[in-house]
């Protein structure tokens, strides 16, 4: 049996994105060249060497390699500004955690690298678990977001006709319905990145259907459509603009705004939109204090995550949804992007290496 390598950090990456260091393909780097996550493995280079320089022992591998507690297969090494494969098992007591349990192997996987208690991942289980689902984060935070429904298994038009009625109901309480207009929202409940979310107008049940049969492992949620291409404007043009406030250790440490493309209503990079760094006093103040509201009624102040949240044309604020493993990665063009976003880094491992002196 091969000698199991120890490391202060391990990386777990998604299966579905990162490559395995056992792959017997002849991939050199974690993320595929020409794939649509080629740039990643720069990202994820500099977090090692950043790791290095913190004096942390760090190595990258995926969920696909998870072979018990804390335990992998085999990993990445980055060393000399190089990626080098390591077909080896390792282990750490703590976990980077970056990817989500929307598949059954996955979600088996997950439980079995975290199956013991001295095994702790980087992500507040809790808030993890709470922001994984849309329809729990909107239960939870309903006072702040757009009201939201979920559609079940085994959908017919009746049923979804059904759970757009229960939205408009909830849309007939709401103290601002002028802020929606009559389209209907269908996304992912567990979804990321813009992938898995559609526009319908009202009274459309065959049509959602049918896009729901399109996808049938996806599950869904519907929301009201929200009218915010101009609720909010940086340097005086309104667009579909989102706005993100990232929190680490109970403080806003970074903010930005993504605008969506001409045409379209997802902001999400991934969808065209361009992402812009702004300070938190170029934000509407609501905003701010809204974000402040649910960041103190979540009360996990040892955490990184991000609120995201749209400005209605009224000027209404409101939640869209959480995330605690927001992208570390950038937009390779502009420099600017890569000075924040690496600025972030150096904050995650700073608190990666507070962790595992503790841990340890």
């Known amino acids: 049996m091969n000698k199991i390598s120890k490391f202060d950090v391990l990386i777990v990456y998604s ?15 974690p993320f595929q060249k020409t794939s649509s996550s080629e740039s990643y493995s720069v990202v994820y280079g500099y977090f090692m060497e950043i790791c290095s320089r913190f004096g942390l022992k760090a190595a990258f591998t995926t969920s696909k390699d998870i072979v018990g507690p804390g335990t992998c297969s085999s ?23 970056k990817f989500s349990p929307k598949r059954i192997g996955v979600k088996t996987r997950r439980d079995l690298l975290f199956s ?6 980087f992500n507040d289980p809790d808030l993890f678990n709470l922001f994984f689902d849309k329809q729990k984060t909107y239960e939870k935070l309903s006072k702040y977001a757009i009201p939201t429904i979920s559609l079940g ?112 209503f997802r902001c999400n990079e991934h969808r065209g939109g361009l992402l812009t760094y702004l300070s938190t006093d170029e934000l509407p103040k609501a905003l701010v204090a809204k974000s402040g509201l649910i960041a103190k009624l979540l009360n996990k102040n040892c955490s990184l995550f991000t609120l995201d949240f749209i400005m209605s044309n009224s000027g209404n604020a409101y939640f869209l949804e959480g995330n605690t493993g927001p992208g570390l990665d950038w937009n390779m063009s502009l420099k600017r992007n890569e000075i924040e976003a ?7 491992v700073r608190e990666l290496g507070v962790r595992a002196n503790y841990i340890n």
């Open 15 to 29: 299966e579905k994105l990162a490559v395995s260091a056992s792959d017997v393909n002849v991939a050199t780097t």
């Open 342 to 348: 690496k600025k972030l880094i150096r904050m995650v």
């Open 153 to 264: 298994e085994g959908n017919t038009s009746a049923s979804v006709e059904k759970a757009c009625l229960a939205l408009n109901k909830l849309l007939d309480q709401h103290p601002d319905s002028g802020d929606f207009g009559t389209d209907i929202i269908m996304k992912d409940r567990f979804g990321a990145g813009g992938r898995h979310i559609f526009k319908f107008k009202s009274g459309q049940p065959k049509k959602m259907l049918a896009a729901m049969e399109r996808n049938p492992k996806v599950s869904y949620i519907i929301q009201p459509f929200a009218l915010f291409d101009k609720g909010f404007s940086y340097q005086k043009c309104f667009a579909s603009t989102d706005i993100r406030l990232i929190y680490l250790k109970g403080e806003i440490v970074q903010s930005y705004i993504r605008v969506a493309k001409s045409g379209d």
């Open 75 to 97: 990993f990445w090494q980055f060393k000399n500004n190089k990626w080098l494969k390591v077909n080896r098992p390792c282990f750490s007591t703590l976990i980077f955690d």
């Open 116 to 121: 013991k208690a001295e095994i702790k991942p």
